[in-house]
């Protein structure tokens, strides 16, 4: 059975640090699949935040956060990571990890329960 | 990257069928997602007409021109939720449509 559990979400200042979540998996060849992070805001609709390949060579970036997070992948230990920095209160958001389709970026047939990030003073 | 364009709202009785579009685009790379309050979405339609397995035949996808469309038929009271288009946005980004909430009435 596919599993997704993200972790790391929090309570954070404007601007003040960064924040790194994680989202474990299991239950499938983590390896074998690109990945991605999805957000939705409270109320809002979905949002697509980044996608990472199969092998982590290569990433792709909503405007809205380039520059200011980072995805990363560690394919020994099943895991994708999203570091965030420089956090504005627009970032505030349920942040869902997403397992993509068999050889697509463009499909997530697998969803994690979410992490809430809060970006507030 | 501008948003897909769907309804905000959408509605039907029980066994009836209903349609759910989504403007913005000429991919064959659209996707729908289903959300139910507090959960998390599930992939319903892929390549504008493809079901994942465990989908009920219920739910079809279709396109014309730069519209996709969802449509459910037969409709039952565990179809009322948020539904969510999605599409490739240029080279390995993607856009997803503002949602359309579903009611069974």
Not at chain 1, 16 to 23: D, E, H, Q, V
Not at chain 1, 74 to 102: P, V
Not at chain 2, 17 to 25: D, R
Not at chain 2, 76 to 102: P, W
């Amino acid at each position: 059975e596919v599993q997704l559990l993200e972790s790391g979400g929090g309570l954070i200042q404007p601007g003040g640090g960064s924040l790194r979540l994680s989202c474990a998996a299991s239950g499938f060849t983590f390896s074998d699949y690109a990945m991605t992070w999805v957000r939705q805001a409270p109320g809002k609709g979905l949002e697509w935040v980044s996608t990472i390949s199969a092998s982590g060579g290569s990433t792709f970036y909503a405007d809205s956060v380039q520059g200011r997070f980072t995805i990363s992948r560690d394919n020994s230990k099943d895991t994708l990571y999203l570091q965030m920095s420089s956090l504005r209160a627009e970032d505030t958001a349920i942040y869902f990890c997403a397992k993509g389709g068999s050889g697509s970026y463009y499909r997530f047939d697998f969803w994690g329960q979410g992490t809430l990030v809060t970006v507030s003073s | 990257q501008s948003a897909l364009t769907q309804p905000p709202s959408a509605s039907g009785s029980p066994g009836q069928s209903v349609t759910i579009s989504c403007t913005g685009t000429t991919s064959d790379y659209v996707s729908w997602y289903q959300q139910h309050p507090g959960k998390a979405p599930k992939l319903m339609i892929y390549e504008v007409t493809k079901r994942p397995s465990g989908v009920p035949d219920r739910f079809s996808g279709s396109k014309s021109g730069s519209t996709a469309s969802l449509t459910v038929s037969g409709l039952q009271a565990e179809d009322e939720a948020d539904y969510y288009c999605s599409s490739n946005a240029g080279s390995k980004n993607l856009v997803f449509g503002g949602g359309t909430k579903l009611t069974v009435l």
